[in-house]
């Protein structure tokens, strides 16, 4: 989470949400017994054939969700929406599956406040207490007691849209959101879609480097030649000094 400052400067906790784009894959019909849409969003390096094969002239979708539409004389197949669709001060309903904590205690699990601490309650500051009386001979269904706790589906109602990133395609939500982070998160909200163009990826192809090697070779003569003129002075001033120096031998 994150703060965004309002316009009069309050200050509002927000949760930054990347929505979009979403491609339709699919429209289902009465014919597949109920009408629905169904949407792309991500993308994947390598997928099965079979999803190949549903997802033909599509990119490779990491997600795939499916939304009840009351009406969807509006969706086709290949369309794309992105965050256009939301407006400042918008009502969401989020949903996501929630954090996994594992097997936790009554404590925590179902806010049980524990026993004394003192007076002959010996290690017993934490535990969940009777569980049922003996007549029933039984536990009831539904007795709260210890066991796995989070990583369900929860939805939160009513969270308002502080502020719309369209480049970056980012949603400022206010509060918190269900789920940890990069995970997914169905969006809903009152409205009609607007459907925008599909962006093309356009791959650069790499022309092949040719070397010249013949500049180089050139450069590598003048390199010998120079060397040699910058030699042969300091030969000849050697070989007058041998030649002065005989006579004076005599």
Same mark, same amino acid.
């Given at each position: 989470m994150t703060q965004k400052f309002l316009e009069d400067g309050r200050v509002a906790p927000v949760t930054v949400v990347k929505a979009g784009p979403c491609t339709v894959t699919?429209?289902?019909?009465?014919? *597949?017994?109920? @009408?629905a849409v169904q949407v792309g969003f991500d993308k994947k390096r390598v997928i099965n054939k079979p999803l190949a094969g549903h997802l033909k002239d599509l990119s490779n979708f990491r997600y795939l969700r499916e939304f009840r539409v009351a009406d969807q004389a509006d969706f086709a197949r290949g369309k794309v929406f992105d965050v256009t669709s939301f407006v400042v001060g918008d009502k969401l309903k989020v949903?996501?599956?929630s954090k996994g904590k594992g097997f936790q205690g009554v404590v925590k699990r179902h806010?049980?406040?524990?026993?004394?601490?003192s007076h002959g309650h010996k290690d017993q500051l934490r535990m969940p207490g009777s569980i049922g009386a003996t007549d029933a001979a039984r536990v009831f269904k539904g007795t709260?007691?210890?066991?796995?706790?989070?990583? *369900?589906?929860? @939805?939160?109602?009513?969270?308002?849209?502080?502020?719309?990133d369209v480049e970056k395609g980012l949603l400022y939500i206010k509060g918190a959101v269900p789920g940890h982070r990069n995970?997914?998160?169905?969006?809903?909200?009152e409205g009609e879609l607007t459907f925008v163009e599909a962006k093309k990826e356009v791959k650069e192809e790499k022309k092949p480097e040719v070397k010249d090697t013949k500049d180089k070779t050139e450069v590598k003569e003048e390199t010998k030649e120079e060397k040699i003129e910058k030699t042969e002075p300091k030969v000849e001033e050697k070989k007058s000094e041998v030649k002065e120096d005989k006579p004076e031998a005599k």
């Open positions: 699919q429209v289902k019909s009465d014919k *597949d017994g109920y @009408t949903t996501s599956i806010g049980f406040h524990g026993s004394p601490a709260r007691m210890a066991g796995h706790m989070g990583a *369900d589906t929860v @939805t939160v109602s009513n969270l308002e849209l502080i502020e719309v995970s997914l998160v169905k969006i809903a909200t």
